[in-house]
């Protein structure tokens, strides 16, 4: 599975910005899809992830729940990061990920075995 992430760019501080992910080479359908990022000095850390069932769970990371929404398009093939009020500390560059390991969706970015080039958000305060 082939992962290009696209949208990020420079935002004002509680402003809103949309990352795209679209997926090729395999069944999207078939993975769990997760965004990470990993801040200038900082470790990768997990945002958000979206299950492949047909009975959609998502999960967020405390950081950003209730500003950012996942969501996907299996017909576009493509994951969609919806980032509101965002923040300074939001600025990273932005990675999709493909999970067709485990049966449920996950926050460990190790079981993301496939993942975009990033994409970078920044913000300004």
């Known amino acids: 599975v082939q992962l290009q992430a696209s949208g990020g760019g420079l935002v004002q501080s509680g402003g809103s910005l949309t990352l795209s992910c679209a997926a090729s080479?395999?069944?999207?359908?078939?993975?769990?899809m997760g965004w990470f990022r990993r801040a200038p000095g900082k470790e990768r850390e997990f945002v958000a992830a979206i299950s492949r069932d047909d009975v959609i769970t998502t999960l967020y990371s405390d950081t950003v729940k209730g500003r950012f929404t996942i969501s996907r398009d299996n017909t576009k093939n493509t994951v969609y990061l919806q980032m509101n009020s965002m923040k300074p500390e939001d600025t990273a560059v932005y990675y999709c990920a493909a999970n067709g390991l485990t049966d449920t969706v996950s926050v460990i970015g190790g079981q993301y075995f496939y993942w975009g080039q990033g994409t970078l958000v920044t913000v300004s305060s």
């Open positions: 080479g395999g069944t999207f359908s078939n993975y769990h």
